[in-house]
């Protein structure tokens, strides 16, 4: 079963870039959506950005749409997420998670079957 390692987390200033990746292993991201969640403490999960394998189909929240850019690299089975002009509420815990392409992007948690553990994203002001 494939299991997914979410990387690149850490503390960075506002309007600093960083780029979280997520990796899988034990299978690949074949005919899968992969998707970025985040979570802030107190808050609910929500959907960040997600990418389809191997189409390519790209969707973006609001609130990350034109900073954060999602990317896909097949040769090492991983997901990046790149984000920029970074804001403090976009502190949270960053979740990449995956699900069968049948149904295409969507943007609830709960329509996903397998997480990451996560890593942690803090922008201080």
């Known amino acids: 079963q494939v299991q997914l390692k979410e990387s690149g987390g850490g503390l960075v200033q506002v309007g600093g870039s960083l780029r979280v990746s997520c990796e899988a292993s034990?299978?690949?991201?074949?005919?899968?959506?992969i998707a970025w969640f985040r979570q802030a403490p107190g808050k609910e999960r929500e959907f960040v950005s997600a990418?389809?394998?191997?189409?390519?189909?790209?969707n973006y929240a609001d609130s990350v749409k034109g900073r954060f850019a999602i990317t896909r690299d097949n040769a090492k089975n991983t997901v990046n997420l790149r984000m920029t002009f970074l804001t403090p509420e976009d502190t949270a815990v960053y979740y990449c998670?995956?699900?069968?392409?049948?149904?295409?992007?969507?943007?609830?948690?709960?329509?996903?079957?397998?997480w990451g553990l996560g890593t942690q994203v803090t922008v201080s002001s």
């Open positions: 034990g299978g690949t991201f074949s005919h899968k959506v």
């Open positions: 990418i389809s394998w191997p189409i390519g189909h790209t």
């Open positions: 998670a995956t699900k069968n392409y049948a149904d295409g992007i969507t943007w609830a948690p709960r329509t996903y079957d397998r």
